[in-house]
């Protein structure tokens, strides 16, 4: 329950990758918009960012395979 | 409140990896280029700019593969040290990662492995039932060529254990083979795997190890379920229990009911068989029972895919490889078999027992050079499959039996005696236990069994009425029909 709520939170309240990379889109696809500018959270070229991504990079590798168990009857 | 007309030029200036450095913005943007791929800049552009643009994207691009490359490794060597599914086996050190709690309920995996450690010329495939039962240190096993290895498993599938099968053939040629079918393997239904059984981990005919290696072994080891496995492992160091995985794959029964099981323990063995007994109801009656309003489904079973298929296929390789199959059908207890009857499954077990004795009939007719092969059926009514329960009450144990699924390993010793045609010393095997099914004696070893239960209903009614109240029970109102089909 706490986590979902973090989640949420996490959902609502963080900024979505448009607002981190600055992307408009190609022109006219989402016309004219409104930056809001929430955040100071904004994705640049540097060694920081670098590594912060290669780590959520390696963590996706690491979330693709499960290693499953298995209890037949109660073994 | 803005325009925004430049976002990359925007947002990509600020501190670069060492000093302060604003990114040149990329030249000719139009609008069509503001969504190509960064690399788009490498195709027309040849200025100064596009260079030195291109140059702050290779090297952010190799900051995120080297982090990528660190984590990663970072992740599996720790794996690889901690080795929770005992995979590798390197360091197994008192107190850090000696006990491995989570191989116990992925054996599939832990035995892909292992079979590679042991390198087995002789193996056992089957399910729990022969994983309790069968050691290798029997007489008859002991003194054939190479190791041997107990590599059946819990609730074991006849499409994994042929997997199985191949994976410890292309690991080394394997000489003997002992298959240890259950009634359920017996039944026309198609076959399936577990949800921890992985092909990834197993090896094919020839298959490069290498991607094995890339598939299994990397994969494991940069795997956030094994970095979890990894943690509990060490937390789980004090709470270590008795190690019931025996060095040839055997689950030794005296450790495992006797110092683990928590309800063999706490209520007794007469308890625990009878829990058991529920249990197996619960599984034969699975799916009986109609929703409401729904007519049930006719099976539809690939031929490809069903069970006789796959142990066609098991036989098959088996003959193609010139090793020697020994097949046999497990002693469960009569209970089990009271259960199938009243669940409506007699009539297909018998039928899969014919069919099963067709089969080798026709392979060993194609293969008239090779010796003849048989299937030796332990299953039915015997002086062991019926050996009497503990009052209720008592905490005795029973003298062939931990439940009625799961035979002693003194049985198991029985059957392999018969099966190698051993005769121990001070070891009898019972006259009744155990008969070879062959086309000439299906017949009448099917007529005797029906007769022995009939004999087997009237001199343990009670036992047969009550396992007949829990099928009902069970099943509800399930109409006739469904219990034919099922």
Redesign the interface.
């Known amino acids: 329950m706490l986590l979902a709520l973090c989640l949420l939170l996490l959902a609502w309240l963080a900024p979505n990758t448009q607002e981190l ?9 989402y016309g ?4 809001t500018n929430r955040t100071q959270l ?6 920081r ?7 959520l ?3 996706c ?15 | 409140m803005g325009e925004i007309t430049n976002p990359v030029a925007s947002k990509m200036e600020g501190p670069s990896f060492d000093h302060e450095v604003t990114l040149p913005e990329r030249p000719d943007r139009t609008s069509e280029r503001r969504a190509e791929s960064i690399f788009a800049a490498f195709d027309s552009a040849d200025s100064a700019n596009h260079a030195e643009w291109g140059f702050h994207w290779l090297r952010y691009c190799a900051v995120v593969a080297a982090s990528v490359a660190v984590l990663l490794f970072a992740v599996a060597g720790i794996n690889a040290f901690i080795d929770p599914f005992g995979i590798y086996r390197l360091w197994d050190i008192e107190g850090v990662n000696s006990y491995k709690p989570a191989i116990y309920h992925r054996v599939r995996l832990f035995k892909a492995y292992e079979v590679g450690r042991v390198q087995p010329q002789t193996i056992i495939l089957g399910s729990s039932r022969s994983h309790l039962g069968f050691r290798c240190s029997h007489e008859a096993l002991a003194h054939l060529d190479g190791p041997c290895y107990n590599l059946a498993f819990d609730g074991a599938t006849t499409r994994e254990m042929f997997e199985y099968l191949q994976h410890a053939h292309a690991i080394h040629p394997l000489k003997h083979v002992v298959l240890g079918l259950d009634a359920y393997h017996l039944i026309d239904a198609t076959s399936f795997t577990r949800p921890d059984f992985d092909p990834l981990v197993l090896l094919q005919p020839h298959e490069f190890r290498a991607v094995r290696f890339v598939t299994g072994d990397l994969r494991l080891l940069t795997s956030f379920d094994t970095l979890r496995a990894s943690i509990d492992t060490m937390e789980k160091q004090k709470e270590a229990q008795q190690n019931w995985f025996s060095p040839d794959g055997q689950r030794i029964g005296k450790i495992f009911f006797r110092q683990v099981e928590k309800n063999f323990l706490e209520f007794g063995p007469r308890a625990y068989f009878d829990e058991i007994d529920r249990l197996e109801v619960a599984f034969q009656t699975e799916g009986m029972a109609p929703r409401p309003g729904s007519q049930p489904a006719a099976a539809v079973v690939d031929p490809t895919q069903s069970n006789f298929a796959y142990i066609k296929r098991i036989v098959d390789f088996c003959v193609a490889n010139k090793i020697d199959l020994r097949i046999l059908i497990t002693p469960a207890h009569a209970h089990q078999y009271e259960i199938a009857r009243a669940v409506g499954a007699s009539s297909s077990i018998e039928n899969g027992k014919r069919r099963l004795v067709r089969l080798l009939s026709d392979v060993a007719g194609a293969h008239p050079e090779q010796p003849a092969l048989s299937v030796w059926d332990f299953s039915g009514y015997s002086s062991i499959t019926t050996e009497p329960l503990p009052p209720l009450g008592s905490r005795d144990e029973m003298r062939f039996y931990w439940d009625s699924s799961h035979f002693k390993e003194v049985v198991g010793d029985y059957v392999l005696d018969r099966l190698f045609s051993v005769f121990a010393a001070g070891q009898v095997v019972p006259q009744d236990f155990g008969v070879q099914l062959t086309l000439r004696s299906i017949e009448p070893a099917l007529a005797r069994e029906r007769a022995e239960q009939e004999a087997y209903r009237v001199s343990h009614s009670e036992d047969v009425a009550h396992l007949r109240n829990l099928v009902n029970r069970a099943i509800g109102e399930c109409s006739p029909a469904v219990f034919v089909r099922l």
């Open positions: 990379t600055g992307y408009v889109g190609p022109d006219g696809a004219r918009m409104e930056m904004h994705w640049r070229q540097t060694l960012w670098g590594v912060a991504v290669g780590c990079l390696a963590l590798f690491m979330s693709l395979s499960h290693v499953s168990e298995f209890l037949y009857f109660q073994f």
